[in-house]
C-alpha cells in the first residue's frame, strides 16, 4: 500500500504561482510512476502531469505544458508540482497519484493509489 498526502493549494490572483507536493509513504516511493490530475466542479478528473521513477520522462497536458513542472524527490518520497502563470481555468481540486511501474501515463485508469485532493482556486 502506498498513502499519498497532498498539501500547498490555496487561492490565488491570476497570473500567480503555487506549488504543489505530495508526501508519500508506504512502500518504495522510488519504483513507482507518479501523475498530478484534477477535477474541477462537473467535470471529469483529467490528467495535468506524470513522471517515471527515474524522472528521466515526463508528459504533461497541453493545458499546461510551459506553465507547470513536475519534479520529484526520491529520498524525501515526495513529488511536485510547479504551477506558475495560473489562469482561471486551472481552478479544480488537484490530486497526486501513483502507479506500480516505472513508467508514467496519462490514463486516470492505470493508476493505483491516490491522495485526497488539494483546492486550488484560480482568482481572475
Known amino acids: 500500500q502506498v498513502q499519498l498526502v497532498e498539501s500547498g493549494g490555496g487561492l490565488v490572483q491570476a497570473g500567480g504561482s503555487l506549488r504543489l507536493s505530495c508526501a508519500a509513504s508506504?512502500?518504495?516511493?522510488?519504483?513507482?510512476?507518479m501523475g498530478w490530475f484534477r477535477q474541477a466542479p462537473g467535470k471529469e478528473r483529467e490528467f495535468v502531469s506524470a513522471?517515471?521513477?527515474?524522472?528521466?520522462?515526463?508528459y504533461y497536458a497541453d493545458s499546461v505544458k510551459g506553465r507547470f513542472t513536475i519534479s520529484r524527490d526520491n529520498a524525501k518520497n515526495t513529488v511536485y508540482l510547479q504551477m506558475n502563470r495560473l489562469k482561471p481555468e486551472d481552478t479544480a481540486v488537484y490530486y497526486c497519484a501513483a502507479r506500480t511501474s516505472a513508467w508514467p501515463s496519462s490514463s486516470v485508469n492505470e493508476y493505483d493509489y491516490w491522495g485526497q485532493g488539494t483546492q486550488v482556486t484560480v482568482s481572475s
Open positions: 508506504g512502500r518504495t516511493f522510488s519504483n513507482y510512476a
Open positions: 513522471l517515471s521513477w527515474s524522472r528521466l520522462t515526463t
